[in-house]
């Protein structure tokens, strides 16, 4: 019994610990620049939500936390036909989805506490031309994933650049990074920034009520602060005259 325990405990480690050994780029987001999430929420909807899902997150929720009018929401951002108060689906059917991809597209609302924002900006911005894949495209931090480059109707297609070097004593090709084919809608710097707003709002749905939380817990830590203060006091005058 012990034994088997002992194996559960440590599979979810060997999950976690597996990963690219791609330098991860940091994500400088912002959970309080709400233009950042509202462009980072029209991203999602428009680019991702056609495969993945965020079925614990409900689209009522997600406006009023954004700052944004639940018929501006329906509007732009409903696109099936949802009510306001419905979770943030896909309309792709799974058993499809398994056919065309291999394997259903993961649900998306708790990926930012899963890969973390790092992860998440550097793959984003790390797909690349490889024509031996079945969508024409490979990563570098995910290697081999199956999905295609959704965004590159706003990045372009990156490819590999090498460059030859002196290694070891002999010329080789070294690879020095990705360069865009330059038809994408937008530039390097818009793309990079529009990946932000788009971790930025995955991390807004993986803890919504963050924001919140975290201004209760500087107020719970000054309550604490200053009844630790009059307890010291109290504690003193009650134990002065003890020897």
Known sequence: ??????????????????????????????????ASLQNGAALFMNYCLGCHQMQYQRYQRTFKDLGIP?????QYLQFTGE???????SAMPADDAATWFGAPPPDLTLVARVRGA????????????????????NNKVFPNVGMPHVLQSLQGLPRETYEERMVDGSMQQVYVGLQTDGKGKLNAEEYDKAIL??????????????????SIGKYALIFICIFFVFAYLLKKDYWRDVK
């Open 1 to 34: 019994m012990r034994k088997w325990l002992a194996i559960l405990l440590c599979v979810p480690s060997f999950a976690f610990a597996a990963g690219s050994s791609v330098p991860l780029d940091h994500a400088d987001f912002d959970l309080k620049d709400k």
């Open 70 to 74: 639940d018929e501006l929401g329906q």
């Open 83 to 89: 009510k306001v108060t419905d979770y943030i689906t």
């Open 118 to 137: 790092d992860w998440i900006y550097t793959y984003l911005r790390t797909f690349y031309a490889d024509e031996s894949k079945t969508f024409g495209v």
């Open 197 to 214: 707003d788009l971790v930025n709002f995955l991390e807004y749905t993986g803890e919504p009520g963050r924001l919140k939380l975290e």
